[in-house]
């Protein structure tokens, strides 16, 4: 028996069509649609939420960013993701941890005024003592370290979750979810976006949101915009530090610049940390697991700074794409036709910001502003023109490896 194709069926007209369906892209589209845009569909080449980078990602929840327009945006997001059942619905999986960034001594200036942005921006965050860093955390080794800032509202919460909280709570409120579904192209009529076509069909759209991570640079090159957008392989590993009786060593959700690692708690005597990316794959290859060579020289590193890490048996890994941009900021904004918006490229750091991305996007799609700052001036930063324009998003006071 030979299987019927599938269709858009009466969704095939939209005033908003999503593409990705990863956190930043389901942020987008709950947004829209709890801010009355209208129909709005959401199309994922695979399983929302399951897929890409998303569902890779550490799920780090922090404030602290070498570029302060970052920590704004990470600060309105926070208290989201504290009040997910009340501000969108389920469970995010929020845990706090508390946060700590550990650099090297002669970044020790630069950390404190990174700090003060974070409470400058209406967060909690200061330059703590070692002493006072081994007694909240004694799991952690500080060999090597200079100095550390501690967010005690710091943590993370679980990216798959989140993602599929903010897809239910958008169908509620009437999204249409496409899973499977490729958009093989934007469609166009003069200079103005008229729809896409999909690997089921075509969907007829004023609006067109690329937020596919990777995969943004391919659906913006036919229409006259030049992504600087490059896939990379990113990793994440799950160890056992469990030990005999299942206690784990306490330790924080960190970011450790004197290595260049960042690692987490995931309860039950278990850790996260990441795996370094690799920028040398191409997105139609097949993507190979993190290797045991690879995997030995992460476990190397964290257990610098973790001693249990570096004994403790690594029970999952995944690895997957992200896009990553010349200064590892997202574009976001308006390219190209009339009703093609970009929201991509987030390099590794969309995760923490995507409620209140998704929130600016949605009112500057359909016109209705946040309190507080504009979305203009809270997304001026990540325009797709800053790079033609030759002003990428610099670092304020950057360490060695952020």
């Known amino acids: 028996m030979t299987a019927t194709p599938a269709t858009p069926g009466p969704a095939a007209t939209a005033e908003v069509v999503v593409v990705g369906g990863g956190v930043v892209g389901a942020a987008i589209a709950h947004a829209l649609v709890t801010a009355g845009a209208g129909r709005v569909v959401l199309c994922e080449q695979g399983r929302a939420a399951w897929q890409g980078a998303t569902s890779r990602s550490g799920g780090l929840l922090r404030l602290h960013h070498t570029s302060h327009p970052d920590t704004r945006l990470a600060t309105l997001s926070l208290p989201v993701f504290q009040n997910w059942s009340e501000a969108i619905g389920g469970d995010c999986g929020y845990r706090r941890t508390g946060f700590v960034m550990l650099v090297d001594e002669k970044y020790a200036d630069r950390l404190a005024v990174n700090s003060d942005a974070v409470v400058r921006a209406g967060g ?39 993602t599929a909280a903010l897809l239910a709570a958008g169908r509620r409120h009437g999204l249409r979810v496409y899973e499977g579904t490729r958009v093989e192209a934007v469609e166009t009529r003069g200079e103005r976006v008229t729809g896409v076509a999909t690997s089921i069909g075509r969907i007829a759209a004023g609006t067109v949101v690329l937020a596919q991570g990777a995969w943004g640079a391919r659906l913006a090159r036919p229409l006259g915009v030049d992504l600087p957008v490059r896939p990379r392989r990113i990793g994440i590993a799950l160890a056992d530090t469990g030990g005999p009786d299942g206690v784990a060593p306490a330790i924080p959700t960190c970011i450790d610049d004197t290595t260049g690692r960042y690692f987490r708690p995931d309860g039950a005597g278990r850790m996260f940390f990441g795996v370094p990316s690799d920028d040398g794959m191409e ?32 029970i999952g890994t995944r690895a997957g794409f992200d896009g990553y941009t010349p200064d590892r900021r997202p574009v976001i904004g308006p390219a190209g036709p009339e009703g093609c918006y970009l929201a991509t490229g987030f390099s590794g750091g969309g995760f923490k910001t995507a409620p209140v991305v998704g929130s600016l996007v949605a009112a500057e799609l359909i016109g209705t502003g946040p309190a507080g700052p504009t979305e203009e001036e809270l997304l001026r930063p990540y325009r797709p023109d800053r790079f033609a324009a030759g002003r990428p998003s610099a670092g304020d006071h950057s360490y060695a490896h952020m």
Not at 132 to 142: A, F, M
Not at 285 to 300: I, K, N, Q, S, V
């Open 283 to 314: 997105l139609d290859r097949e993507l190979p697991p993190l290797t045991p060579e690879e995997l030995t020289a992460a476990r190397a590193a964290v257990g610098r700074r973790v001693p249990a890490a570096a004994t403790a048996p690594v």
């Open 124 to 162: 909690a965050s200061r330059v703590i003592d070692l002493a006072e860093v081994r007694s909240l955390y004694p799991g952690l080794n500080l060999d090597g370290v200079g100095a550390a800032a501690y967010e005690p509202e710091g943590g993370y919460a679980d990216p798959a979750a989140t």
